[in-house]
C-alpha cells in the first residue's frame, strides 16, 4: 500500500471505509434457494442496501425490467430452468444494462468457472459459501465507479 500514488491511496481508503457508498443501493439477488437469499439480505441490510430478488433467472429478468433503478445484480449460477449464464447473457443483450455490474455467485468453483462467468458477461464472481469479507469491498468497488 505505501508504494502506492497518494491519490491511489486514498481511492483504496475510500472503496475500503465507504460504506455510505452502498447506503440506499438497490440490489436484486436471483438465487433459487431462499436460504442464499435471505444470508445476501441480512448481510446487506445491515449496510442499509435496499434487496430486491427472484428465485429463478426468468423471474429475475423480468422484476429487473419491472425495477429500472437496480445498482448491482447478484447471481446464482446454478439454477434450475434458466442458469445464471443464460440470464447474463439475456441482460447484456438489454442495451440498457450494458454496463450494470452482475457479480455471479456459484457454489462449485471448478476450473474454468470464472472464465465461463466472464464469456457470459458478468462484471465479478465470487464463491459459495459468500464470504462476507469479499462480497462487501466487491460491491463497494462496482458501485463506487
Same mark, same amino acid.
Given at each position: 500500500r505505501d508504494s502506492l500514488t497518494p491519490v491511489a491511496q486514498k481511492m483504496v481508503e475510500q472503496v475500503n471505509h465507504a460504506d455510505n457508498i452502498l447506503? =440506499?443501493? %438497490?440490489? /436484486?439477488?436471483?438465487?433459487? &434457494?431462499?436460504?442464499n437469499i435471505f444470508a445476501l439480505t441480512s448481510v446487506l441490510e445491515r449496510k442499509e442496501m435496499q434487496i430486491i430478488y427472484a428465485e429463478n433467472g426468468k423471474d =429475475?429478468? %423480468?422484476? /429487473?425490467?419491472?425495477?429500472? &433503478?437496480?445498482?448491482?445484480?447478484?447471481?446464482?449460477?446454478?439454477?434450475?430452468?434458466?442458469?445464471?449464464?443464460?440470464?447474463i447473457k439475456?441482460?447484456?443483450?438489454?442495451?440498457?444494462?450494458?454496463? /450494470?455490474?452482475?457479480?455471479?455467485?456459484?457454489?462449485?468453483?471448478m476450473k474454468g468457472d470464472s472464465e465461463k462467468c466472464y464469456e457470459a458477461g458478468a462484471s465479478d464472481y465470487l464463491t459459495k459459501p459468500v464470504d462476507i469479507d469479499q462480497l462487501i469491498p466487491t460491491l463497494r468497488f462496482w458501485l463506487h465507479r
Amino acid at each position: 500500500r505505501d508504494s502506492l500514488t497518494p491519490v491511489a491511496q486514498k481511492m483504496v481508503e475510500q472503496v475500503n471505509h465507504a460504506d455510505n457508498i452502498l447506503t =440506499g443501493r %438497490k440490489v /436484486l439477488i436471483i438465487d433459487d &434457494d431462499i436460504r442464499n437469499i435471505f444470508a445476501l439480505t441480512s448481510v446487506l441490510e445491515r449496510k442499509e442496501m435496499q434487496i430486491i430478488y427472484a428465485e429463478n433467472g426468468k423471474d =429475475g429478468i %423480468k422484476l /429487473l425490467r419491472k425495477t429500472p &433503478d437496480v445498482e448491482v445484480v447478484l447471481m446464482d449460477i446454478m439454477m434450475p430452468g434458466m442458469d445464471g449464464f443464460e440470464a447474463i447473457k439475456l441482460i447484456r443483450q438489454m442495451p440498457k444494462y450494458n454496463h /450494470l455490474p452482475i457479480i455471479a455467485v456459484t457454489a462449485k468453483a471448478m476450473k474454468g468457472d470464472s472464465e465461463k462467468c466472464y464469456e457470459a458477461g458478468a462484471s465479478d464472481y465470487l464463491t459459495k459459501p459468500v464470504d462476507i469479507d469479499q462480497l462487501i469491498p466487491t460491491l463497494r468497488f462496482w458501485l463506487h465507479r
